[in-house]
T-cell receptor
Framework: RKEVEQDPGPFNVPEGATVAFNCTYS??????FFWYRQDCRKEPKLLMS???SGNEDGRFTAQLNRASQYISLLIRDSKLSDSATYLC????????????FGAGTRLFVKA | GAVVSQHPSWVICKSGTSVKIECRSL??????MFWYRQFPKQSLMLMAT?????????EQGVEKDKFLINHASLTLSTLTVTSAHPEDSSFYIC?????????????FGQGTRLTVV
């Protein structure tokens, strides 16, 4: 089993749609959680951190369920510019902090 | 915000030669840096964890003698691809987190696109 698993994608949605990404992690000792965005041929960039209380940043909402070891990202009112790969990222203390990436979910937003 | 600088951004080399990639944290110290490789249409795969002042920790399946990592200071880690082959052509990215800052995001270098011909 992979340490971090994401929806396989790709997701093809029209502008204005709401899209949800899911992610599960296997290490119960994981301590920090993030969603990153990666555009083609570019390095990943932080989209938002994920907290147990849930957090929202404009059209983006992230949720963490530690009991289920599950993370989600919701994008409302999708824009063309949201087209990218979204990476679920988990930092686990495995004798040193290690950052593990999910395989990513590709999102295509179409006009 | 914190910045990680990676150099070079792209390199083309001949088979059998070695290529060195540098990763620097510009405004924070990082006792640990991470090296990733990404093949086209695939996710980032952790290759190794670079530890300042000690040996790197390699992920399963990554040849430590082929991918030499040196982390001589708190702000610099280098990855040397030795005796490069065409199958080593890939996008290599480093990342670093502020030392001891639990919950801190990882900052990424710009990546190095290596093409071995």
């Amino acid at each position: 089993r992979k340490e971090v698993e994401q929806d396989p994608g790709p997701f093809n949605v029209p502008e204005g749609a709401t899209v949800a990404f899911n992610c599960t992690y296997s290490n119960s000792a994981s301590q920090s959680f993030f969603w990153y965005r990666q555009d083609c041929r570019k390095e990943p960039k932080l989209l938002m951190s994920v907290y147990s209380s849930g957090n929202e940043d404009g059209r983006f909402t992230a949720q963490l369920n530690r009991a289920s070891q599950y993370i989600s990202l919701l994008i409302r009112d999708s824009k063309l510019s949201d087209s990218a790969t979204y990476l679920c990222v988990v930092v686990a203390n495995t004798g040193g902090f290690k950052t593990i990436f999910g395989a990513g979910t590709r999102l295509f937003v179409k006009a | 915000g914190a910045v990680v600088s990676q150099h070079p951004s792209w390199v083309i080399c001949k088979s059998g030669t070695s290529v060195k990639i540098e990763c620097r944290s510009l405004d924070f110290q990082a006792t640990t840096m991470f090296w990733y490789r990404q093949f086209p249409k695939q996710s980032l795969m952790l290759m190794a964890t670079s530890n300042e002042g000690s040996k790197a920790t390699y992920e399963q399946g990554v040849e430590k003698d082929k991918f030499l990592i040196n982390h001589a200071s708190l702000t610099l880690s280098t990855l040397t691809v030795t005796s490069a082959h065409p199958e080593d052509s890939s996008f290599y990215i480093c990342s670093a987190r502020d030392t001891g800052a639990l919950g801190a995001e990882a900052f990424f270098g710009q990546g190095t696109r290596l093409t071995v011909v």
